[in-house]
């Protein structure tokens, strides 16, 4: 079992990250020790497929310590964080005569976390929240931070607010029912975390890929040296991630260092456009995010900033995550259209996150990067 600590600087606050094997089964006595408090009512948020394999076990171990449980699920998919299931789950929420002292608890991937983690934000002006992430990408991302939010037509993310949980659980038996294209996608934002932090935490996930293929990711639930493996990838990924939001917790709009949260959109300038521009229809987050980075690595080779041999060492990282979907037939026109309205542009001009090295990420205007270099990236990267 591990403990990622994050410590926050605004309005002093802490609370742990806990990583291990059948902690769902014991995931009431954590919430008691996460809330500080006497047990309460628990408004359980998750959707019909994960509540349908690990919903019984959570719900029963609440009601053991005393918890007074209410379950509200939403359907499976991205699609459906937005305004109105959020409405409906606020609705649910209100009818439960749910208090401030009351708490909500994620269980599921990003999507159930966004939107429970901004129903908690707004509901009395902001109760208690904890996660229970069961997806790579969530346990990696989604769940480490207080980003929460909705998708609206104009597009992702764009309606949110900052809530941090009071604590996060991760069983990590919880990965071996993902499905395999959820693994691809959580483990390319793993190559992404990896190849900004450092060269150890990029060497760590790249030999993970290695020695433990995904596509037998399932067999390896048996083998000891796996399961120590996979939780040390993931206590890694996630202290790194904790790092960053921990010392720019709302990501400061004025700041370009390489710490900043900032960095974190290392290879989501093309991964948002590539999906808006297919209308989220072929890609997940985690695939698209994939190609961003290698068109990021590209556009470093052809403006000097990023060196070959490096490169191909993020390829051969993703390479490893297995096959993302085919981009040949898709029209470079409307992903370039699609820049236009990143959510990084609003108030602020594009940026572009480049990396000098394998952990050594900087930040650059658009206007600092010549049109037919990203055009030449995009070209080369999606219709080679
Ligand atoms: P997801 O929540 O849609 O889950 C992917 C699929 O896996 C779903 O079908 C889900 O039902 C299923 N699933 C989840 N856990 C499972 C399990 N253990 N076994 C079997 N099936 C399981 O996708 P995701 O990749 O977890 O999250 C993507 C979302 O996260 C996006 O909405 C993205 O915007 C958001 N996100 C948010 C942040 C943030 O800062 N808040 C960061 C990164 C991503
Ligand atoms: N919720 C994840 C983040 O704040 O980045």
């Known amino acids: 079992m591990q403990k990622i600590y994050v410590k926050l600087k605004e309005f002093p606050r802490r609370y742990d990250i806990k990583i291990g094997?059948?902690?769902?089964?014991d995931c009431g006595n954590w919430t008691k020790n996460c809330l500080h408090a006497a047990p309460a009512k628990i408004v359980l948020i998750s959707n019909t497929?994960?509540?349908?394999?690990?919903?019984?076990?959570v719900r029963k171990s609440l009601e053991a310590q005393g918890f007074e449980v209410f379950v509200w699920l939403m359907k499976d998919g991205e699609k459906y964080k937005n305004f109105r299931v959020l409405e409906c789950a606020l609705e649910f929420i209100c009818e439960k005569k749910i208090k401030r002292t009351d708490t909500i608890v994620a269980l599921g991937?990003?999507?159930v976390g966004d939107l429970a983690g901004f129903a908690a934000a707004i509901y009395l002006r902001g109760?208690?929240?904890?996660?229970?992430?069961?997806t790579f990408l969530a346990m990696i991302d989604s769940s480490v931070g207080g980003k929460t939010g909705v998708n609206t037509e104009s597009g992702k993310n764009l309606?949110?607010?900052?809530?941090?949980?009071?604590?996060?659980?991760?069983?990590v038996n919880t990965l071996q029912t993902l499905p395999r294209r959820e693994l691809t996608a959580g483990f390319c934002e793993a190559v992404k975390q990896g190849a900004i932090a450092n060269r150890k935490l990029f060497n760590q996930t790249a030999e993970f890929l290695k020695n433990f293929p995904l596509n037998r990711f399932k067999k390896y639930f048996s083998d000891k040296n796996f399961l120590t493996s996979l939780e040390n990838l993931l206590a890694a990924q996630i202290a790194f991630k904790a790092e960053i939001v921990m010392q720019d917790e709302r990501e400061d709009v004025g700041r370009t260092d390489a710490k900043s949260r900032k960095i974190l959109n290392f290879g989501h300038t093309v991964g948002h456009a590539l999906e808006k521009a297919t209308?989220?229809?072929?890609?997940?987050?985690?695939?698209?995010?994939?190609?961003?980075?290698?068109?990021a690595g590209e556009i470093g080779i052809n403006t000097g900033v990023f060196d070959e041999n490096e490169f191909n060492l993020l390829?051969?990282?993703l390479h490893s995550v297995g096959k993302l979907p085919e981009t040949r037939n898709i029209n470079l026109q409307r992903v370039f259209e699609a820049f236009s309205f990143d959510k990084k542009t609003i108030g602020n001009s594009l940026q572009w996150i480049l990396l000098e090295e394998i952990g050594k990420p900087k930040i650059f205007r658009n206007k600092d990067i010549p049109k037919p270099v990203i055009e030449r990236a995009l070209k080369k990267i999606l219709q080679k």
């Open 21 to 25: 094997k059948n902690l769902l089964d």
């Open 49 to 57: 497929k994960v509540f349908g394999i690990y919903g019984e076990a």
């Open 109 to 111: 991937g990003g999507v």
């Open 127 to 134: 109760i208690a929240f904890l996660q229970i992430p069961t």
């Open 159 to 171: 309606i949110g607010a900052f809530h941090q949980p009071s604590g996060v659980l991760i069983d």
């Open 279 to 295: 209308d989220y229809k072929i890609f997940k987050h985690g695939e698209a995010v994939g190609y961003g980075i290698l068109v």
């Open 315 to 317: 390829r051969d990282a």
